[in-house]
C-alpha cells in the first residue's frame, strides 16, 4: 500500500508537468524520514505558533555539472502537527487548510539557481488549497554524500522562504493576532535510484 501510495504520488507529480532537466541529470527519490516543512508565525507580536508537515515524498533530478535541477514534492497536509491536539484540529478545519477536502499540497520547481557550484535558491509553484502561486526557496545547504546506511548517493538540503497566506486563501484571524506572513524551513534528502551515480 505505502508503495502504491509513493508511485501515485510521483504520477500526480508527472500530471502536474514535471520536466526531466534531461542531460546527465541523476534521479533521486525523496526519503520521507529526512524531509519535513516546518512553518512558524507571529502571534500577536508576543510569541509564535510553530508546526510542520512531514512524510513528504517525491523526486529529485540534479545535474551539478550542467548545473540544472527539478525537484517536485507531495505534501500530505493530514501529517501537520503542532504539539497541541487541539491547534491541529483547527488548523486542519477549514478555517485554515480544509485537510478533508484537500488532503495534498505540491510544490513544482520552475528554475534552479547557482552561485558558482553551490545552489543558491529553487523557484517553484506551490499548490495549497487548489491554488498555485509561485515561490523562491533560499538554500541554506545542499550536499550530495555517499551513505553509508543506504549505499547510495544522497542529496539534499535545508531551504527557506517566507509566504503570504491569504493569497492562498487562508485568511483566518489575520486581523486577530496571527499574522498574514508564514515563515517556511523544508528540509529534503533523497536517495538516487538510477545508475548515475557520481554524475
Sequence with gaps: MKLL???LSIAVLVGLGTVSVAG???????DPHHAHVRFSVDHFGTSTNAGGFYNLTGIVEYDPEAKKGFVGVTIPMGSLETGIKPFNKHLKSA?????????TAYF??????????????????LTLLDQTHPVTLTATNF???????????????????????????????????MMKNVKLKIQIEAGLKDDKKGS
Design 95 to 103: 478555517d485554515f487548510f480544509n485537510v478533508e477536502k484537500y488532503p
Design 24 to 30: 546527465n541529470a541523476a534521479t533521486y527519490e525523496i
Design 143 to 177: 550536499n550530495c554524500y555517499d551513505s553509508p546506511m543506504l549505499e547510495t548517493q544522497v542529496c539534499g538540503g535545508d531551504f527557506e522562504t517566507t509566504i503570504d497566506r491569504t493569497k492562498w486563501g487562508i485568511d483566518t484571524y489575520t486581523d486577530g493576532g
Design 5 to 7: 501510495k509513493k508511485s
Design 108 to 125: 513544482k520547481s520552475t528554475e534552479w539557481q547557482f552561485d558558482g557550484d553551490k545552489v543558491k535558491a529553487v523557484k517553484g509553484d
